[in-house]
């Protein structure tokens, strides 16, 4: 997922750390440790990462009443 966006997140001045550090001791966490499997990269600027999240919502249709 990050492999698809590396090179225009890197043309846009994004460090590499920053998308893929999942190590929290050395540095502040990068892209990679706060994705999920489920999610997409939507959007890449220079101030900016958009994630799409995934998530499961449960819908409850109701029975008509006559």
């Known amino acids: 997922m990050i492999e698809a966006i590396e090179n225009q997140a890197g043309a846009l001045g994004w460090p590499s750390e920053l998308l893929w550090n999942d190590h929290f001791p050395e540095m502040a966490p990068g892209l990679a440790a706060v994705l999920e499997p489920n999610d ?3 959007e890449v600027t220079t101030e900016y990462i958009s ?3 995934s998530r499961r919502e449960l819908l409850r249709f109701p029975r008509m009443r006559s």
């Open 40 to 42: 997409e990269i939507a």
């Open 51 to 53: 994630v799409l999240r």
